[in-house]
């Protein structure tokens, strides 16, 4: 059974905005039109009312439940919210009391696809009381929010919980308009027609929207529906329909370039529940392979101090504690190296994978040129020393002496020597991501210009002509 509900005032003050708004719209551009009616078209809503039939809740109740709901929304929400209840048919009921998390979009009935909003609310009865639980489907993006359930050990307050539980589940949505740079204005649907209560459907600085672009074919039907991953909304400054917000994203460029054909631009509200959200890191050339030991920072929109949170574990993972600040941003780090900065709902869902830079092989590249670079100084040093001490020598007029030096300077291991065995170390050092392998190679090319700087053997090879000159000089000067 349907149960339906008009209120003869609300139509008349609804007509009478829209015509309002007609009147205003007079010459003005059609998009300037098509987003005021959108800020003044109220939300078509339709709940399902499933409970097993017991002596406690006879259909009967569950009717009456149904009407009170109507009569409650309508005084207290008034004209944004156009609402009908009805009780499931058997194989959504069933599915709805079975797993209410479980209920996909294809097992709601086409009928009540054609609202803007489908609630699918469960009241199962308790050893004492009953559970109420919530989860509400935004048509035209396609998104469930995630269930509400509420405990009541009254029966007289059922109906007071069921409109608590309805409200709570209810993601206000909204329409993306253009903005500069991570500045982004929304635009509430129905917006512009204030709840009685105004409190209950209020949208507060703080919010969370997530973006949604969403392609119709020419009928209007939804050919994809793509969920912006890793990017937020964050709501700035509320000023009635319009929302001013900040755009996080772990994306390069989320809402950039022009989409042509039949596309809406949406935001839809999110409401985590108060649960922790496990972060797996994955290769993003190996979705498989775990990121093991890569720390994790957390920092709060806004501020430039970030709290480091810990590292993966053996399974790539971490888990994100929820925090009054809905949205956190992520920084993963490897040796110090930043991976990747990455926007987070704590709670929103129980475990989410993020596909990172697998930089071990830049690690252990690191490690070999940094044990190079002590070599290369240590060996420079030396070098250093022993011409010193053979020009020393010379100076006094000891060449014996500058040639014991300058067997030593021999021994010492030439530019190419030290390049070989530099060569040998880099084509160990494989990553089958390219972005990792070319800062590979960037860091091996820098050490063997710094090689080939500060290995001149031209030097080495001077100091042996200037030794052996003197040496062929020793004995004439002596038969003198």
């Excluded at 009569?71 to 609402?83: H, K, L, Q, T």
């Excluded at 900065?341 to 990172?356: F, H, Y």
């Excluded at 500058?402 to 880099?426: G, S, W």
């Amino acid at each position: 059974m349907t149960i339906t509900y008009r209120a003869y005032r609300r139509d008349i003050t609804l007509l009478l905005l829209l015509l309002t708004a007609l009147g205003l719209l007079v010459g003005r551009p059609r998009a300037a039109c098509a987003q005021a009616v959108w800020e003044l078209t109220p939300y078509r809503l339709h709940v399902y009312l499933a409970s097993e039939p017991t002596p406690e809740l006879p259909e009967a109740a569950l009717d009456e439940m149904g009407a009170d709901l109507i009569a409650r929304v309508d005084g207290e929400i008034g004209a944004a919210w156009n609402m009908t209840v009805s009780q499931p048919e058997t194989p959504l009921r069933r599915a709805m009391l079975a797993n209410l998390e479980e209920v996909g979009v294809d097992a709601i009935p086409a009928e009540a696809l054609e609202h803007d909003k489908v609630t699918l609310v469960t009241i199962v009865p308790q050893v004492v009381g009953f559970r109420v639980s919530a989860r509400e489907l935004d048509v035209r993006t396609q998104l469930f929010s995630t269930v509400v359930t509420k405990d009541v050990y009254q029966e007289a307050l059922l109906s007071d919980m069921l409109f608590s539980a309805v409200i709570e589940a209810f993601a206000p949505l909204a329409s993306i308009k253009n903005g500069e740079g991570d500045k982004i204005e929304l635009r509430l649907r129905a917006g512009r027609l204030s709840a009685k209560n105004a409190s209950l459907l209020a949208v507060e600085p703080g919010a969370v929207f997530v973006p949604v672009i969403r392609y119709d074919d020419r009928e209007g039907n939804p050919k994809k529906i793509l969920t912006l991953p890793w990017s937020y909304f964050l709501v700035e400054d509320v000023d009635r329909s319009r929302l001013t917000c900040e755009l996080y994203s772990g994306l390069h460029s989320a809402l950039a370039g022009r989409r042509r054909g039949r596309v809406q631009q949406l935001a839809l509200a999110v409401k985590p529940p108060n649960r922790s959200t496990r972060l797996l890191l994955r290769a993003r050339t190996d979705a498989e392979r775990p990121l093991v030991g890569y720390d994790v920072f957390l920092q709060k929109p806004g501020e430039k101090t970030t709290e480091r949170l810990g590292r993966t574990d053996q399974d790539g993972s971490i888990l994100i504690p929820p925090t009054p600040d809905l949205l956190h941003v992520m920084y993963i780090r490897n040796g110090g190296q930043l991976l990747a900065k990455l926007p987070l709902v704590p709670g929103l869902e129980e475990s989410v994978t993020a596909a990172v830079i697998d930089d071990s092989q830049r690690l252990a590249a690191e490690a070999i040129i940094m044990a190079a670079q002590e070599q290369l100084l240590d060996l420079v040093t030396r070098r250093a020393v022993l011409m010193a001490r053979i020009q020393a020598a010379l100076k006094a007029g000891k060449p014996e002496q500058a040639d014991e030096l300058l067997v030593k300077l021999y021994a010492l291991k030439t530019r190419d020597q030290f390049t070989q065995q530099l060569d040998m170390e880099h084509n160990k050092i494989i990553s089958d991501d390219p972005l990792i392998q070319r800062r590979v190679d960037v860091m091996f090319d820098k050490i063997h210009k710094q090689i080939v700087q500060h290995l001149d053997p031209n030097e080495v090879d001077k100091q042996g002509v200037l030794v052996r000159e003197a040496l062929k000089a020793a004995p004439a000067k002596d038969s003198e």
